[in-house]
């Protein structure tokens, strides 16, 4: 089979093709060929976009059966509902031995297969190939300019292996009810604190009440209270999923996004910058706080790869 | 004495009963097909493919007439094999008897009714774990009364084997499952009636080629459902404390490969619920010797029932009192297993109960599962005929026209449908549409026993897919845990490590690890070999995409499409693979996605050629045991179609 051109895939999502996606994260996904990578997101980059892509970035975590798939399923349905088109990528564990894994048992999504406006794509986590927080963070940004929903789910609780996070507009951590151990990483400070903490399986009633109200404590206790706690159910009756829809809506509303964005494109430069070529490259650009100042003197609209490149050629 | 049956229509089966009533059967054993076990008609898109494949298509009181016509409802014993849509398939038996003018109160026969064992390991569920337990409930509730000779519910260890089940496991999952139930009927009926209760639940047990052993697992069962009776339930009469248990002896140990051994097999398992009267069968059903090859005819059929003749009226095997009475090995061998499943029953209500311990048991079979296809792969466990003595002379059991099984006439689906939109048309639609309000009020108040509106529903001629779709409605859909994921890794050997390396291999050269879909396309639940292939792609180091059973093909396609997988693997155990594996391949073609399909099931070597020439790349049957080897032919064929050379 010929391979897509990677800047043909690139153009035909920064004009919303939605159907160029599978193939454009295939090209993504392979670390053998960054050349086809870096020709791809240079046609979605802010500067050729005139801008930041509307798509609303959401990462959505949480502790392995916390219900992340059910909640992911309701809402997925609930924003189609909206007429709003949506790409979910699942990050799961794989395993240290063999460095395979399964994907999607846990992130069975399930949605019309007739309809083009839903994509689900998993990833591994680790395995040898590497490169995971860098390649979820392009594909991301491959898939921000033909949806309107960019979902990033991954599995852990506080600091993620993958640091996904910091590429998204909204972080959602997802618990269920009774989860010491949410509770106890929020007030020793070991987690950080997300836009939004989500109870699931409201249907258990009194447990679920009472983990909310827990969690609304414990975030006072920190100094973040204006952080939303919402309980959800997914099982029929769903509820809440509404309340979430809206409330990952207003997160986005209240927040100023473009200097959200630009942060985590400097933040993501200077991560994979480090992970590549080390400490080491670090130093020799006078440090951590002359390699921010560089990227802070960037253009806003730089992409990473742009970024990427300037620190590269600080050196 | 009877054997499964039923296939395509309502009349076509309904002549088979009467043949084998005639024969000197002595009642019935209804087969349905798996549209209607899962609750869709036969115009359902999922459907398609699967219309009268594994037994009868029953849509409505209609079909359930001509399924019974003539045949004596208050003299017959008819055991139906039917679990999610159990109480409407029973609403539809009693509707026909009502209108047959056939008293309720003489009605006989079981339902299975056993949903754990679904959610476990056949997969022919319809509704949630909960939603589907309170049916159950009420069935039982109902039945106990109004319908007093019915047995509501035959507790089915069987299908906990096939999964890979130990007989540990067998006998701890089973009666943990007829816990639940129970627990859950208690608060539903009278003190006085309770006991009844407990002695109305039946088991359906499952009998292996360790003969022995088997025996004394069945021992070892009477002697906990008794233990459990009195301390748990407080009955304390004998009779009620029976463990009454009927039997189909094993399927999975029958082999492809010299499958006329497999009648030997099928006479030494037999003889296991048989030979000890202290704990013997109550009802025995025996599965034709050519399963693993595709549908038995009825010659083969026969064959089966002469085996139970047999043992019953030329052996010796009924003259005897018990005849381990007082053996030191067997009560030995006995109290192991009674003590094994002991504790494994505590850890089942440490997680909750059966319930909630779905997912665990689930990974547990997963692994059992995996452990036994290792030993036999290893030559650990020999299977004669299959990993030793493997040479054998052509088998004139298989020769003639027909390749030695029956086929479903594939005209028989469209008749179904074109069927059912009649009936439907022809029905008082305002009675139809007000019986299925009525039912989702009475499915969204717990306290509303399902069973009433159940058969009012029924009467007023409503279908199969409208009775599931209202429960739908309330209940809401379900998947099913795969047990796939905490599978733990695989003891590493030299064959495991080497294919690691290999798919490391070709996946560098890929640029991305292998990435395999495997699915499950049509209503088939029966899962264990989809499991097994996940498991151990994982384990040679592929990114495997599971998602369980019941995929359309449409959905199949969209998936390997999203998620830009390198192959797609393809499991059918249902005989539906002439109709659906084709469709996928018309799917993933429209799709774009230019990816090699392999197929696994139970394909007979006509239909192996006719899928290769639609264009599947290759075809595994029951005779290729060696998954290890499987993969690395999965492998080469990544590494063929992506212009890869992987060395070795």
Redesign the interface.
């Known amino acids: ?1 010929p391979s897509p051109d990677p800047a043909e895939l690139g153009r035909r999502l920064r004009e919303g093709d939605r159907s160029a ?3 454009a ?2 090209v993504i ?5 960054r050349d086809a990578t870096r020709a791809l997101l240079a046609e979605v980059s802010p500067a050729m976009l005139g801008g930041e892509p509307a798509a609303h970035l959401i990462g959505i975590t949480g502790p392995p059966g916390a219900g992340k798939s059910s909640l992911l399923s309701a809402l997925v349905s609930e924003w189609r509902g909206r007429g709003r088109t949506v790409a979910v990528l699942a990050v799961d564990p ?2 240290k ?10 992130a ?1 999504i ?1 949605h019309d ?2 309809d083009d406006g839903v ?6 986590a680790g ?3 590497g490169g995971l927080a860098a390649a979820t963070r392009e594909a991301a940004e491959a898939l921000a300019p033909a949806f309107d929903a960019v979902v990033i789910e991954t599995v852990g609780v506080g600091q993620s292996e993958t640091d996904v996070e910091d590429v998204c507009d909204t972080v959602a951590v997802v618990v269920q009810p009774a989860s010491g151990d949410v509770l106890q990483f929020l007030k020793a400070g070991i987690m950080e604190v997300p836009d939004l903490l989500v109870v699931t399986k409201a249907d258990l009633g009194d447990v679920a009440t009472r983990s909310r109200r827990d969690l609304g404590q414990a975030l006072k206790a920190v100094g973040s209270t204006g952080v939303p706690v919402l309980a959800v159910s997914s ?2 009756p769903p509820s809440g999923i509404e309340e979430l829809a809206d409330a990952l809506e207003e997160h986005r509303g209240r927040s100023d996004l473009s200097a959200r964005r630009v942060r985590a494109r400097r933040g993501a430069a200077l991560r994979e910058f480090t992970a590549e070529h080390g400490e080491r490259a670090l130093r020799e650009l006078g440090g951590r706080r002359a390699a921010e100042r560089l990227l802070a003197g960037q253009d806003e609209r730089a992409s990473v790869t742009d970024l990427l490149g300037a620190l590269e050629a600080g050196r | 004495m009877r054997t499964y049956a039923g296939h395509s229509t309502a009349k076509e089966s309904n002549e088979l009963y009467r043949t084998n009533l005639a024969k000197g059967q002595t009642g019935l054993s209804v087969a349905f097909d798996l549209p209607t076990q899962t609750g869709y008609d036969p115009d359902d898109e999922l459907s398609r493919g699967e219309v009268g494949k594994v037994g009868v298509s029953i849509a409505h009181k209609g079909d359930m007439h001509t399924l019974l016509d003539g045949i004596p409802l208050d003299e017959m014993n008819t055991s139906m094999t039917i679990n999610a849509t159990a109480a409407w398939l029973l609403a539809l038996y009693m509707t026909v008897a009502e209108e047959n003018g056939v008293d309720r109160h003489s009605l006989q026969g079981t339902t299975q009714n056993d949903i754990i064992k679904e959610f476990l390991s056949r997969g022919t569920y319809a509704f ?1 774990p909960e939603p589907s337990m309170r049916l159950i409930a009420d069935m039982i509730a109902y039945t106990v009364d109004e319908v007093p000779r019915w047995n509501p519910i035959n507790i089915c260890s069987y299908h906990l084997q096939e999964a890979g089940a130990t007989p540990v496991q067998e006998i701890a999952y089973s009666l943990s499952a007829a816990q639940a139930v129970l627990d859950r009927v208690r608060p539903r009926v009278s003190e006085e009636t309770f006991p009844r209760v407990f002695g109305r639940m039946s088991f359906f047990v499952n009998a292996g080629i360790r003969f022995v052993e088997e025996h004394a697992k069945l021992r070892a069962m009477g002697r906990l459902w008794e233990e459990l009776g009195r301390q748990r339930y407080g009955v304390d009469d004998e009779r009620m404390l029976r463990f009454r248990y009927g039997v189909q002896v094993n399927s999975l140990g029958l082999t492809e490969s010299q499958p006329e051994n497999n009648i030997i097999r099928i006479v030494l398992e037999a003889l296991a619920v048989t030979m000890g009267r202290e704990a013997r069968a109550r009802a025995l059903q025996l599965p034709a010797w050519n399963e693993a090859l595709g549908l038995p005819r009825p010659w083969d059929q026969q064959w089966s029932l002469r085996i139970q003749q047999i043992l019953a009226y030329e052996t010796d095997l009924l003259e005897y009192p018990d005849i381990f009475e007082g053996s030191k090995v067997m009560d030995g061998l006995v109290d192991e297993l009674v003590h094994g499943a002991r504790e494994e029953m505590q850890v089942v209500a440490e997680q909750g109960g059966a319930v909630a311990a779905v997912p665990y048991m689930k990974t547990q079979l997963v692994e059992s599962n995996r452990e036994r296809m290792r030993r036999i792969e290893a030559g650990e466990q020999k299977v004669v005929g299959q990993n030793v003595y493997t040479e054998a002379e052509p088998s004139p059991l298989q020769e003639g026209e027909d390749g030695g099984i029956l086929r479903v006439d594939a005209a028989i689906e469209q008749s179904a449908i074109d069927a059912v939109q009649e009936w439907r048309a022809g029905r008082d639609e305002a009675a139809a549409g007000a019986a299925l309000d009525a039912l989702r009020e009475a499915a969204a108040d717990p306290d509303h026993n399902i069973m009433e509106p159940t058969l009012a529903a029924a009467r007023a001629g409503v279908t199969t897919g409208e009775w599931a779709a209202a429960l739908r409605d ?4 379900y ?1 099913a845990p ?1 047990g ?2 905490d599978a733990a ?1 695989a003891a ?1 050997d030299d064959a495991l490590r080497a294919l ?1 390396d290999r ?2 291999e070709v ?2 050269a ?4 292998i990435k395999i879909l495997v699915g499950k396309p049509g209503l088939d639940g029966h899962s264990n070999g989809a499991e097994q292939i ?2 151990r ?12 059973i019941r995929l ?1 093909p ?2 199949i ?3 390997a ?4 997988v390198h192959v797609v693997g393809l499991s059918i155990l249902s005989g539906s693979h002439a109709e659906l594996i084709p469709t996928v391949l018309a799917e993933l073609r429209e799709a774009g996605a ?1 990816v090699p399909v392999v197929v696994g099931g139970i394909i007979p070597p006509a239909d192996e050629v006719a899928l290769l020439d639609a264009g599947v790349a290759r075809v595994y049957t029951p005779k290729d045991f060696e998954v290890t080897r499987i993969m690395g032919d999965i492998v080469s064929l990544v590494a063929e179609r992506n212009g890869v050379v992987a060395v070795s």
């Open positions: 089979m996606a599978p193939a994260l295939n996904e392979n670390r053998a060929d794989s395993s031995r063999s460095g395979g894994s399964l994907l999607g048992d846990r069975r399930d297969p007739r994509l689900i794509r998993s990833t591994a395995g040898r190939l099982v029929p | 949630p309330v209940f809401g859909e998947r795969t796939v994921g890794a590493s690691r798919v490391d996946s560098e890929l640029g991305r690890r996940a498991v792609a994982r384990d040679a180091g592929m990114d495997v995409v599971y998602e369980g359309t449409a959905r396609a969209r998936t499409v999203d998620e830009g230019d």
